[in-house]
């Protein structure tokens, strides 16, 4: 009986499973088999002898991270900048979503869509030669527009790393604040209208019923969303922090990350900082894996319908 129960659900479903594959094997072929990989991180790698051949160094591919005299400026930039990024990224993708929606002229609503969400899909090596255009000590707009105007003197900003802590947490909300926020829009879609028309009823105003339908009918998701961003936490963009900055050394003090200081390392070391590559991953998979499931249960504690799992 369970057997002829389940041909008859595999063919009823048949459609669903066709169109579920391409995803599984996507998902395989692109997060399950590199794990492989995970023993790279113990291996001092020799490329005529291959991964496997490779003779094994045990945790000597972590020690560049931990005892780097920049351990304790990447660790610092990557996790303040993540913070940053996920608490401020919230507020502001829940705020243009929100928005976007009091926009009632359909015309005007996908503009507004279109346009915020365009800078998404630039590289960032493009939008590093924008945020040049901007930052150039001879032609750039702010220095020839801005400040020449104010009568001081031109500023050069790629080599004081100050303002920059500023500039990339701007730039990084202008590229990615508009698909953020596409998110939640499709959340508020899906809010039943009905709750609306009974606050309407009772008298609300929009404000109100943004704070008591919406915001309230907003919170499994934004919960979801910082769950997952804080598994990322140790994860900086690499786009953002070298092409932007033009990897210059004179802003490593508020720019260096992990993820840049890796690279450097293996343009530094060619082929032997493979081992090296591959344990600062690890790492940053480990400590992401770790925040999640902790993060998770401590939201499961206190909100179980908001947990992701």
Not at 149 to 170: F, R
């Amino acid at each position: 009986m369970k057997k002829n129960s389940f041909k008859k659900n595999l063919k009823e479903n048949m459609p669903l499973l066709c169109m579920l594959m391409p995803g599984v094997i996507f998902t395989f072929i692109f997060s399950y088999m590199p794990l492989f990989g995970i023993v790279i991180a113990f291996k001092k790698i020799n490329m005529r002898t291959g991964i496997l051949k490779s003779p094994w160094v045990g945790f000597k591919n972590f020690e560049f991270l931990f005892n780097s005299s920049d351990t304790y400026i990447i660790t610092r930039n990557t996790i303040c900048y993540n913070l940053v990024f996920i608490f401020l990224g919230l507020i502001i993708s829940v705020g243009l979503a929100i928005l976007l929606n009091e926009i009632k002229n359909k015309i005007l609503s996908k503009t507004y869509q279109t346009i915020l969400i365009m800078p998404y899909f630039l590289s960032f090596v493009v939008v590093s030669y924008l945020v040049y255009a901007f930052l150039n000590t001879e032609n750039g707009f702010i220095n020839k527009q801005i400040i020449s105007a104010l009568g001081m003197d031109a500023k050069v900003w790629y080599v004081d790393p100050k303002p920059w802590p500023i500039i990339l947490t701007i730039v990084n909300f202008w590229k990615n604040m508009g698909y953020s926020s596409i998110v939640y829009l499709a959340a508020i879609a899906g809010i039943d209208a009905q709750l609306y028309e009974a606050a309407q009823i009772d008298g609300a105003t929009r404000w109100q019923q943004i704070k008591y339908v919406t915001l309230p009918s907003l919170k499994t998701i934004m919960t979801i969303m910082t769950i997952l961003n804080i598994g990322k936490i140790f994860n900086a963009d690499f786009g953002l922090f070298y092409q932007v900055t033009m990897n210059s050394g004179a802003l490593y003090p508020t720019t260096y990350v992990i993820n840049t200081y890796v690279y450097n390392m293996m343009i530094a070391a060619g082929t032997a900082s493979t081992g090296m590559a591959a344990a600062a991953a690890l790492y940053q998979s480990l400590v992401g894996f770790i925040l999640i499931i902790v993060t998770n249960w401590w939201v499961k504690k206190y909100d179980p319908d908001s947990a992701l799992f």
